[in-house]
């Protein structure tokens, strides 16, 4: 019987959101997350790049034919209107059953319940590999130091994951309904088009940059992108704003602005939708005469990590705590994912994501002690 006393997820949780690290700053959280890990044995390694602060942390030895990787973050978002909270946005006050606090759900529980599920089994059943955190402060912001720049330090310094969990929340109602196999791409397009300013009495002697670009959108969001694969919904583009800025009744302006955002499954790629949308663009152009410019920034591209043994391992864990059966999913937005399918096998399981940026974010105390012992569960079953 081991002397070990095993980590309390909820405490720790605690610990982390009373930790203010909104976007960019650490607050603290890795700082405690490295004294943690560095007791249990784990080497740890602070990887900063560009004002962001990340941590690596490897128990086991350097290079091991099998490694279990986990990611997460601990940068949060901004809380918003602080009054409109019930209880402190940093505060980790826990009432009726439910821990309050920005990042309570996103994701500082799963990063907590991981780390406690770790320090646990390398303590009590030494494994015949390596257990790895990547836990990044960079997620919920531009993403460019974070996981990314994980990765890169691994690869200069020999270091690898056989296999990853990634602790974002992925359940919509219930815990243990769903887990994610993969993620749509996105991808944000900004026009601008250019006319010829005028008087609105006299539309023949000006260019209506308005007109083209409304007809540009119409077009953009009547068009069929796809009808879904086996494993994503059908990619999806919405017009998220049209911006003229002209308060003038008789006046046609010169210049109006639009922007789209694409979530995208399989079927198609950044490149590919980009010539899509310069097309489409040019095709306008060349018939109002109105100059329309692009510009297109693709924030992650979609990614399968096709059913096999990573997912399966996950599910068998999700069911034998829960009883449920996790539906495969690629739905919801991007996730620092998109980086990790490029170094290894990549699976997200977590919480139930509800109040995930929300006023009063929260999460049942419960899920995280269940959430901990999926985790536990998945490294017992990866290392037998």
């Not at 006023?359 to 959430?371: A, H, M, N, P």
Request: glycine residues 10%; aromatic residues 6%; proline residues 4%.
């Amino acid at each position: 019987m081991s002397a070990h006393t095993p980590v309390d997820p909820v405490a720790l949780t605690a610990d982390l959101v009373r930790c203010n690290s909104v976007t960019p700053a650490e607050g603290g959280a890795l700082v405690l997350l490295e004294k943690l890990l560095s007791g249990a044995g784990f080497d740890c390694t602070r990887v900063d790049r560009g004002g962001i602060a990340n941590l690596y942390a490897r128990w086991g030895r350097k290079g091991s034919n099998r490694s279990f990787g986990f990611n997460g973050h601990t940068d949060v978002v901004p809380v918003g209107d602080a009054a409109a909270w019930t209880h402190d946005p940093f505060g980790a006050e826990i009432v009726d059953g439910w821990l309050y606090g920005r990042g309570a759900t996103d994701m500082k529980s799963g990063v907590a319940a991981f780390a406690a599920a770790a320090v646990d089994f390398v303590r009590e059943t030494p494994p015949d590999g390596a257990v790895i955190l990547a836990i990044t402060g960079d997620e919920e912001a531009d993403a460019e130091d974070g996981t990314v720049a994980l990765l890169d330090w691994m690869a200069t310094q020999g270091e690898a994951m056989s296999v990853c969990l990634v602790g974002e929340p992925t359940c919509p109602e219930t815990f243990g309904q769903a887990m994610k196999i993969g993620r749509r791409g996105s991808l944000t397009a900004w026009f601008t088009a250019e006319g010829v300013q005028g008087h609105s009495a006299y539309p023949h002697r000006a260019k209506n940059p308005v007109t083209a670009l409304v007809r540009l959108m119409d077009r953009l969001a009547s068009h069929e992108l796809d009808r879904g694969t086996d494993h994503f919904d059908a990619s999806t583009l919405a017009i998220t704003t049209i911006d003229t800025g002209n308060p003038a009744t008789n006046v046609i302006p010169a210049i109006s602005r639009g922007t789209v955002n694409i979530r995208f499954n399989d079927l198609h790629s950044g490149a590919s939708l980009t010539d899509w949308l310069s097309a489409e663009a040019a095709k306008v152009q060349a018939e109002t005469g109105v100059k329309i410019a692009l510009r297109v920034s693709i924030s992650g591209e979609s990614f399968l990590t096709p059913p096999g043994a990573l997912s399966a391992l996950v599910a068998k864990a999700v069911k034998a705590e829960t009883g449920l059966e996790p539906e495969l999913s690629t739905s919801g937005g991007t996730s620092d994912a998109r980086f990790v399918k490029d170094h290894c096998p990549v699976v997200e399981f977590g919480l139930v994501g509800k109040t995930m940026h929300a006023v009063d974010e929260r999460v049942e105390v419960d899920q995280i002690r269940k959430l901990k012992a999926v985790y536990s569960r998945v490294l017992r079953d990866y290392f037998a």
